[in-house]
């Protein structure tokens, strides 16, 4: 028989998904979350030997996700997912637990104080990885849906028999971004650095001149980590969603940059890390 072994592997439980209502004197609060839990550590027996005695289920996560809500989340995801990791890394057999959450956001509307409308505009996201002695914290947003009708290029490629694609120093760029940034190590107020970095995010998006989206992804990247010494590093993800001008001309009409025909596939896929040095 051939010599194999086991490699790398966790396991876990996803699509964990808890609402919690916190009803207030002034109105209520929903606080939506999707949770994933991942355990890596000695499972190997589990794997090669069939023997479940190390494994903790999957539905034992997802009960614990549950019964910690009530008393634990009551601030920022980041502290939430922490208690859950830091729990699940105390188990002796276990190396490192890992804690993914989405927040999807909920907003009051008007002065009701239990109507809301779902704000599908984003999703914030946290990610909190424990083992025995470390605990590190991602933050991110993801599903952004942002665009630039104007002072967005991309010039000076190479061309070869198989281009096709003009230069253009002013066209749509549309992306639905999506960022993850890890903390430094400290005392850190998670919810209001994550509207922080989000505001930078917009702010330079919007200010910028864009050469390409390479160039987008660094200098707003690189604001971020310029403005918020608690981030080490930040990874972006920006599709372009092309929009390609509408031919009118069998029509008898002009087009000066008005109609745009706006695809979904193919779609160009950057992405890139900015960190500090």
Known sequence: MTDVALGPNRYGKSAIRLVKIVRGEAGHTVRDLTVAISLGGDFEASYVAGDNSLVVATDTMKNTVYAFAREHLTGSVEAFGSVLARHFAAVPQVERATVSIEEHAWRPIGAAADAFWRDR??????????????????????????????????????????????????????????????????????????????????????????????HSIWLVGQAIVDRHPEVAEITMTLPNLHHWLADLSPFGQPNDREIFIATTEPFGLIQATVRRS
């Open 121 to 214: 505009s984003s999703t914030r996201t946290a990610s909190i990885a424990a083992s025995r002695d470390t605990l590190t914290f991602e933050a991110g947003i993801a599903d952004l849906t942002l665009m630039k009708t104007a002072r967005s290029a991309f010039t000076g490629f190479p061309r070869d028999e198989y281009t096709t694609l003009p230069e253009t120093t002013d066209r749509i760029m549309a992306t639905k971004l999506s960022a993850t940034w890890r903390y430094e190590e400290g005392e850190l107020d998670f919810d209001e650095l994550f509207q922080a970095i989000r505001s930078t995010l917009l702010e330079v998006f919007a200010a910028h001149e864009s050469e390409s989206v390479q």
